[in-house]
Structure formats: structure tokens, C-alpha cells
């Protein structure tokens, strides 16, 4: 039984959306009365990120809000593991500082887990048509990675890099992560699909994307990195 939701929220310089992303997620309210912990972890911002991050958590005493403050950048993959570090709940979920994504789908990801008795839930951005036209280079590297990643794991998925990984987090007491960067979500991927006994399951979420004038950070590079990754950890 889900009792507690573990919510980490990765933060670089995001001090235009951080206050409407912890607004939502605060005001989500989750199935089978499951209560949140939300973990921000702020990587060294340049702006008034952290200063938004603390006003919100002054203005919410009720709310269990944990601020992890990074004092070097180091990127999204470390800090989520310092957010896991923290984390309290019986899974945990991955929430960027943007407004990509709609924290409301967290109940369909819940949903899914426990109806269906999986571990793991990816949400997927590709399983429906969306509402807002999704870049072609972004629709073509998921194809892609999510193809390589389904060939190298022996299990299909349609959104490897999807933000939304709703995951047991008792599955994470043995496994080592080492990526900094974008590199994560492949390895955290590849290295808990690898594992036959883990259940997984896929479902739809909605998405709005954002540019790199809106502050989209991931580039080409990560692309390749994340290939690398898929290849690196399923065979060692």
C-alpha cells in the first residue's frame, strides 16, 4: 500500500515557473488520501530560485517541504540522488522545476501502480496525441533512445526520457547511480528494466513543451550521452 509520495524537485535558475510548480503539486491532491513529501533541491542557482523555493516552504508550515541546497552545480542526475537521500515515501516521483508537465497525472501514474501492482511507472508523452505540437528533433531522439532502450531491456517503453518516473523506492536501496547530468534517466532506466523481476508499466501524460528560449537545458550532446549510458550500464 502507497501511504507517502516522495516528490523531488530538481531546480537550476528556474525562478520564472519554481512558485507555480510547487503551487501545483502543493495543491495536487493524490489518491487513497496518499500525503506528499516534497523535496526541492536547488543545484546552485544563479537566481532568485532558492529565494522563491524559501519563500513558498514560509508560507506553507504545514506542508513537509525539504529544501536541499547544492553549493557547486552539479547537475539534474545528482540532484535527485541527494533528493532520494532525503526522500521518506514509499515511492518517489520526479517533478522538474518547469511547467512541462501537469502534476495532476500523478494519480494516473499512482493509479496504475496500484491497480496493476507494478513498481514502476513511467509516464509517457508519446501514448496520445497532445494538445501542443511537440518539436520533430525532440520526437525523433525519444524514438529513438526509447527503441534502443526496449531492444537493450527486453521490455517495450515509448518514453525513456520521460520526466514522470513513479518508482518503489525500495527498488533503489541496490542500485548505484552514477550520472550527473541528463545521463540519469537512461541509467536509471536501463538499470531497473534489466532487472526481470521489476514490473513495469507505461501510461499517458500530458505535455506542453518548452524551447530553449523558454529555458530548455537539454541538448545534442545529452542525446548522444544518453545512448552511451543505455549501452554502458545494461552491459556492465
Known sequence: MIQKLSIIIPVFNESDTITTVLEKVNTVQLINNISKQIIVVDDHSSDNSLEAITQFKNK???????????QVNMGKGYAVRMGINVSTGDYIIIQDADLEL????????????????????????????????????????????SLVTSLLSGKKITDMETCYKLIERSLLHNIQLKENRFGFEPEIT????KNKRVRFAEVPISYQPRTKKMGKKIGVKDGIRALYCLFRYRIL
Not at 517541504?65 to 547544492?70: D, E, K, L, M, Y
Not at 495532476?104 to 493509479?111: G, I
Open 102 to 145: 501537469n502534476p495532476e497525472d500523478f494519480n494516473l501514474l499512482l493509479k496504475t501502480s496500484i491497480e496493476r501492482n507494478v513498481q514502476v511507472v513511467y509516464g509517457s508523452r508519446f501514448l496520445r496525441k497532445q494538445k501542443f505540437k511537440v518539436p520533430f528533433m525532440t520526437l525523433m531522439a525519444n524514438r529513438i533512445l
Open 60 to 70: 506553507h508550515p504545514h506542508t513537509e517541504i525539504n529544501i536541499v541546497q547544492q
Open 190 to 193: 536501463i538499470k531497473l528494466l
